[in-house]
């Protein structure tokens, strides 16, 4: 079995697991969850947001867009362009929420975009994602070539000086614990992001 074929395995192997969820679990998971990021000085820091708007089995994402929207920050959510492509699009009141591609909820077409430089925080959805900070997502590929441009650049607080080899956005996978790999079949293109959320807390990688 190739990585790609392991990809496809596990992938259909978490999210059966995923449906056998209780209702009480997903409930009291996605609220700490989303304490655990409203708690966080990267989250009363940043001025602007990238948040991924949840679906199925994934934690839910409402209540952070929610809070961000009513600390004043400017909150981006994915809009699909095309195949294995988006963009960040601006989101000002839940309200502007529409059903887009695969049925997923989006902001409007005319909303504002916005480049990886203005994103000061990154809320990335997975299947799974382990505590070395890869992720194995739904096999579209949309956020391994967005944040591609990332890939080697040390986030800046964490580097000597401003230089070019630094960025501002930090990026984070939202995962339930119970959906936690220990390791993931990985290829060259996977981004390894800065850190993971889940209901025992933010762990960096």
């Not at 203005?118 to 799974?128: G, Q």
């Amino acid at each position: 079995m190739n990585v790609k074929e392991h990809k496809v395995a596990l992938r259909r192997s978490i999210l059966e697991k995923a449906r056998g969820f209780t209702a009480e679990y997903i409930t009291a998971s996605d609220r700490q969850i989303t304490d655990n990021i409203l708690s966080m000085p990267l989250f009363a820091d940043a001025r602007s947001i990238f948040v991924y708007v949840s679906r199925g089995p994934e934690p839910d994402t409402l209540a952070v867009i929610d809070a961000a929207i009513g600390a004043g920050k400017r909150v981006y959510v994915p809009y699909i362009t095309g195949q294995g492509r988006m963009l960040p699009k601006l989101v000002e009141s839940r309200s502007q929420l529409k059903p887009g591609a695969y049925g997923i909820l989006t902001a409007l077409e005319d909303a504002q975009t916005a480049e990886i430089s203005e994103i000061d925080l990154a809320l990335i959805p997975c299947v799974s994602a382990s505590l070395s900070g890869f992720r194995l997502g739904y096999g579209g590929g949309y956020y391994d070539r967005f944040f591609a441009p990332l890939k080697g650049r040390k986030r800046r607080f964490l580097a000597n000086g401003n230089g070019d080899n630094t960025r501002n956005c930090t990026c984070l996978i939202v995962c339930r614990s119970e959906l936690m790999s220990e390791t993931l079949p990985t290829e060259p293109h996977d981004v390894r992001f800065d850190g993971i959320v889940n209901e025992k807390g933010v762990f960096f990688v």
